[in-house]
């Protein structure tokens, strides 16, 4: 071969001056290029690293479980003390929310920044899919942060709520009253309903609202034992105001139609059974902070 020569009892490929391995396939051979030292001894420390690391952690399967190793690590054993941890921390804290009426929760400091921020991050998950994530409400779904209550304001009446919802088909304490369909019932002539409506339209000047004798006629005989008597809403029959500018189902005098010819009854899940009591509690808090609580 004309590329090799002999030297030192080896063949050197004269190209490269590489020493050739003696494999040959097709006229073409293969060099003798070693694996760089560091290479081979940082492979050799990796083997030797896993060896040692499957006898001190646990590593290989067995049938129905897997070798220890003797350092007995375990990573769910880890997991578990971290979460003792941070149960312990909070389970002073939670034990004395449990312990306390909500009221008194919202006279203690320390208590209701504790309560306040676990009510936040929970009605981030259970509340502002309706009521939106500053609680601010959406057209049915009432903004926690004003002052009109349609249930009530105080922290008593708000943990109440929130315990048993309102119009919720399973709770037996839920808050419960259905504004008549005085339309699709056929309790008052579309004619009447227009004119109470214009009537109610009348307390916040919305535009087509005339406060007529016959509308407050008929407001008087229809309305007035939920509304109030001067439209003012009441908590005790969860009926909202109607002469604030604050409103549920729409601004509008078609809005007002609408709502007297066949009403909504919005309902808000009760969340008592479901989450318990210390959480309605924290979300009872949370609530009343907001600015609007009484
Ligand atoms: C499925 C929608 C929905 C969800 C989820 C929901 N609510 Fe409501 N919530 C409503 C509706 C609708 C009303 C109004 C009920 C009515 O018209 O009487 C309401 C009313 C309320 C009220 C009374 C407001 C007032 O003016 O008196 C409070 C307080 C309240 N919700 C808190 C919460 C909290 C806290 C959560 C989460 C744990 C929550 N809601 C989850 C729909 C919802
Ligand atoms: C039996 C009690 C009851 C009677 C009677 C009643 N309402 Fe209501 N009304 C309610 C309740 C409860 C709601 C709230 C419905 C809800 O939360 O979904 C409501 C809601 C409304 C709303 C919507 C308020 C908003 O914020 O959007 C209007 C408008 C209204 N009523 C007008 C009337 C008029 C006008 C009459 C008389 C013709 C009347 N209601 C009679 C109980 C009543």
């Known amino acids: 071969m004309s590329g090799t020569e002999q030297r030192n009892g080896r063949e050197i490929d004269k190209a490269t001056d590489t020493a050739t391995t003696g494999h040959e396939w097709d006229g073409i051979k293969e060099l003798d290029t070693p694996l760089p030292r560091w290479w081979l001894w940082t492979f050799y420390g990796t083997i030797v690293f896993a060896v040692g690391y499957t006898i001190a952690y646990p590593a290989w399967p067995m049938i129905s479980s897997a070798t220890s190793g003797v350092l007995g690590y375990s990573s769910r054993a880890n997991l578990d003390a971290s979460l003792d941890a941070a149960q312990q921390a909070q389970g002073s804290m939670l034990a004395a929310i449990s312990a306390t009426p909500v009221a008194e929760i ?17 009605f981030k998950v259970y509340c502002s899919q309706c009521h939106g994530t500053g609680a601010a409400g959406a057209p049915g779904y009432p903004n926690l942060n004003d002052d009109e209550w349609i249930w009530g304001g105080t922290i008593e009446q708000i943990h109440d709520t929130i315990s048993h919802g309102a119009r919720d088909p399973v709770d037996m304490e839920t808050h419960y009253n259905i504004m008549p369909n005085f339309g699709t019932d056929g309790l008052l002539p579309a004619d009447q309903i227009r004119t109470v409506a214009r009537y109610v339209a009348s307390f916040t000047g919305i535009e087509g609202g005339e406060a007529t004798p016959e509308g407050a006629a008929l407001f008087a005989d229809n309305c007035a034992s939920c ?19 604050i409103w549920l189902y729409g601004d509008t005098l078609p809005d007002i139609v609408a709502q007297i010819r066949s009403p909504r009854h919005g309902v808000m899940p009760a969340w008592g059974a479901r989450l318990g009591d210390d959480a309605v509690k924290q979300l009872a808090v949370y609530v009343h902070g907001l600015g609007g609580g009484e």
């Open 106 to 122: 919202v006279g203690d400091e320390q208590l209701s920044r504790f309560a306040r921020a676990g009510g936040e991050s929970m």
């Open 227 to 245: 509304h109030g008597e001067a439209g003012g809403g009441m908590i005790d029959q969860g009926a909202p105001s109607l002469n604030d500018r």
